[in-house]
């Protein structure tokens, strides 16, 4: 799975030792990622790997080399050139990817989450960048990932995919959307659906996950059973959503006909490959 998978030792018991990852900055062969405002530095189809900051956060340990990222906000990096992640998926190998998926989240976190939620005062980095902490209220604040679930909705013989109104002609994926407080996973599940399609979900089960560093998501995919009713796009976020035969699918995986799906990066994609796999 594409942002999945960094291969990273966390390190989350020492890393709380301040000593601790100053001397894993301190080793010669520490690197860090660089981001900016521009997106991942990469050159020749890599991540640009250089000597980490004071400023850089700490993401694990790589076969025991000391792996930090650091947020160069508006400067530039002195060689490579920056790429949005969706370009970086697909041009990085996996393991990058991941690295700098993960990157983005936590650095997009620390630039979002400058000030207290409570109290409203500047809060300082604790935890080699996993934490940040309130001096005045004592609060701590922790890198948020939000759960988002995203399902592949069948009747048995079909395959429920939408178009958000603000996608481009003829693309469509299986429907997503955010959990909300107090809702269990199949809760959301079978709500989304309800709300999106005015379809109801008779059964879901898990199938996998993606993080999904935009900004700070976590993908959970589901297989969900239906009882086959006329789809209509009760949501102001569909323009369409209906039923798809597996030939019309087949076809759309393959480039053939009019419709598009998710680029192969995303676990949207995966499942709706999956789904075809079975149904074939
Ligand atoms: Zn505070």
Redesign the pocket.
């Known amino acids: 799975m594409t942002f999945a998978g960094t291969g990273l030792d966390r390190a989350a018991a020492q890393r709380t030792r301040p000593d601790w990852v100053t001397a894993q900055r301190e080793e010669p062969a520490a690197r860090a990622l660089l981001l900016s405002e521009r997106g991942i530095w990469m050159e020749n189809g890599r991540v640009l790997l250089v000597r980490p900051r004071d400023s850089s956060v700490f993401l694990g340990l790589a076969a025991g080399v000391p792996v930090f990222a650091t947020d160069l906000g508006d400067e530039e990096a002195v060689r490579g050139a920056p790429a949005g992640l969706r370009e970086a998926a697909t041009e990085l190998p996996a393991e990058e990817a991941a690295l700098a998926a993960y990157a983005a989240s936590l650095l997009g976190w620390h630039r979002r989450h400058r000030f ?6 500047r ?1 300082e980095r604790r935890d080699a960048g996993h934490e940040r902490h ?6 701590h604040h922790f890198p948020r990932t939000d759960p988002v679930v995203i399902v592949r909705v069948t009747d048995g013989a079909r395959l429920l995919l939408g178009r958000k109104a603000d996608w481009p002609e003829r693309r469509y994926s299986v429907l997503a959307g955010y959990v909300e407080p107090g809702e269990t996973l199949e809760d959301a599940v079978r709500r989304e659906i309800h709300e999106e399609a005015g379809v109801e979900v008779l059964s879901a089960s898990y199938v996998a996950s993606q993080p999904w560093p935009f900004p700070s998501s976590l993908m959970l995919g589901f297989h969900a059973q239906a009882d086959g009713g006329e789809p209509r796009p009760n949501d102001v976020e569909l323009a369409d959503v209906r039923w798809f035969d597996p030939s019309e699918v087949e076809d759309a995986a393959a480039g053939r006909g009019g419709v598009f799906l998710p680029p192969p990066f995303t676990i949207a994609r995966r499942l709706i490959d999956g789904w075809l796999a079975a149904a074939a």
Do not use: Q
């Not at 207290?116 to 005062?121: E, F």
């Open positions: 207290c939620a409570n109290c409203g005062r809060t309130c001096p005045a209220c004592g609060t």
